[in-house]
């Protein structure tokens, strides 16, 4: 193989391999388009529940730390599946895969900041 063919077939499988990473990143956005589709107008786009709707309800804020560290994923999903007071259950709307997602990567996201 030439020196210019060579050359050329690294660039390829680099851009796959850079196409692929960008693609599949284990970072999904945070919050996702689902959470400010369905979570957003109570627990707000930062998490903190400042919304009218959320100050209203009460709505849990997800940046209180001491919070996170007192509550399991498996509650948390549980929560949200078959809702928790003012909050309305999800288990009918969402999927369950959906759900895991919003848990793991948009509630506890917000842990994080
Ligand atoms: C209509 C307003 C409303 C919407 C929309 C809403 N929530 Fe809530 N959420 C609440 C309220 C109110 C609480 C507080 C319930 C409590 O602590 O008793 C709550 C609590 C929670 C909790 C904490 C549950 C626990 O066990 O402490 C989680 C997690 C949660 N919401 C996730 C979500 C997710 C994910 C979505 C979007 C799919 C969502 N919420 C949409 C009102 C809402």
Same mark, same amino acid.
């Given at each position: ?7 050329? !077939? ?13 693609? !599949? ?25 400042? =919304? =009218? ?9 997800? =940046? +209180? ?6 509550? =399991? +994923? ?8 078959? !809702? ?30």
């Amino acid at each position: 193989m030439s020196r210019a063919r060579f050359l050329i !077939g690294l660039f390829v499988v680099a851009m796959a391999a850079f196409g692929l990473s960008a693609y !599949g990143s284990d970072t999904p956005e945070h919050p996702s388009e689902l959470f400010k589709k369905n979570c957003a107008k109570c627990h707000g786009e930062n998490g903190r529940a400042e =919304t =009218t709707r959320g100050q209203n309800l009460r709505a849990r804020n997800f =940046t +209180d730390a001491e919070w996170q560290a007192g509550v =399991t +994923d498996a509650e948390l999903i549980k929560s949200v599946t078959d !809702g928790k007071d003012d909050m309305p259950p999800w288990g009918k709307k969402l999927t369950p895969e959906q759900i895991q997602s919003l848990v793991k990567n948009d509630v506890r996201g917000f842990a994080k900041k």
